[in-house]
């Protein structure tokens, strides 16, 4: 196990920070496409699709080119909402992570390093919204290396949000995950978060049931917290 530590994004690390982020978010088609593949609609349009142009038509060739279409618009539906939010980071709060992240006391964005490489990433922004009774702080962009996962660096990274959060005075931590990204689900869920809603983030992820999963992890009070670290509470989560 190698060690790591963590410390605040510099601008020298921007180009291991998007490669780190954009390789993460590639790695979850695998498993969306196998989840469409699955779905029972999807098993009716692939048997069914085919099925019937051989009966209309009697040419297995166009059923068999018909079934790589249809293969390959699946393919193109599991790479589109990583890609999306690929994209849609890059161009907004990842275009420049130290205005975004660093210019004001509230937000930071951090990275775990090992042997001169980033091999995690974390961020946090405060949640505007003039409605919210406890003020909030959104952990974004979680993220390790396959090859430094099961060495306890994400949860590193959760609690540094998490400890973040707490000395400026945030009454929560919210993140949104997906349902298919299950070891995070997993993860969040051992240290704390409550889940506290679940929907589509667009009306066409109906169609494929891919949801967007809410948690929320409630900050003690700066007493409490206090007396959980003495006793071991909050850097055990």
């Given at each position: 196990m190698a060690p790591y530590h963590i410390r605040k994004y510099q601008e020298n690390d921007r180009k291991w920070v998007t490669d780190l982020f954009s390789e993460a978010m590639a790695?979850?088609?695998?498993?969306?496409?196998?989840?469409?593949?699955?779905?029972?609609?999807?098993?009716?349009?692939?048997?069914?699709?085919?099925?019937?142009?051989?009966?209309v038509s009697g040419s297995w060739v166009l059923a068999f080119v018909s079934s790589l279409a249809l293969l390959a618009a699946l393919r193109f539906l599991a790479e589109y909402p990583w890609k999306q939010c690929v994209v849609m980071s890059l161009h907004t709060d990842m275009s420049d992570i130290t205005k975004s992240y660093l210019s004001e006391s509230g937000s930071c964005?951090?990275?775990?390093?090992?042997?001169?490489?980033?091999?995690?990433?974390?961020?946090?922004?405060?949640v505007k919204k003039?409605?919210?009774?406890?003020?909030?702080?959104?952990?974004?962009?979680?993220?390790?290396?396959?090859?430094?996962?099961?060495?306890?660096?994400?949860?590193?990274?959760?609690?540094?949000?998490?400890?973040?959060?707490?000395?400026?005075?945030?009454?929560e931590v919210?993140?949104?995950?997906?349902?298919?990204?299950?070891?995070?689900?997993?993860?969040?869920?051992?240290?704390?978060?409550?889940?506290?809603?679940?929907?589509?983030l667009?009306?066409?992820?109906r169609l494929i049931s891919f949801s967007q999963i809410q948690f929320t992890y409630c900050l003690p009070s700066a007493q409490v917290s206090q007396a959980l670290e003495q006793g071991g509470g909050l850097r055990s989560v």
């Open positions: 790695e979850h088609i695998p498993t969306t496409f196998c989840h469409i593949l699955k779905l029972p609609q999807t098993l009716v349009l692939l048997l069914g699709g085919p099925l019937a142009l051989i009966l964005f951090w990275v775990a390093e090992s042997k001169g490489q980033v091999v995690g990433i974390v961020g946090a922004l405060p003039p409605t919210l009774q406890k003020t909030q702080l959104e952990l974004l962009h979680l993220c390790v290396t396959p090859e430094h996962r099961g060495q306890g660096i994400a949860k590193a990274l959760v609690r540094t949000v998490l400890t973040f959060a707490r000395d400026q005075g945030y009454g919210v993140l949104t995950t997906s349902i298919l990204q299950h070891s995070a689900v997993a993860l969040y869920q051992r240290l704390g978060f409550q889940k506290t809603s679940q929907f589509f667009f009306t066409s992820w």
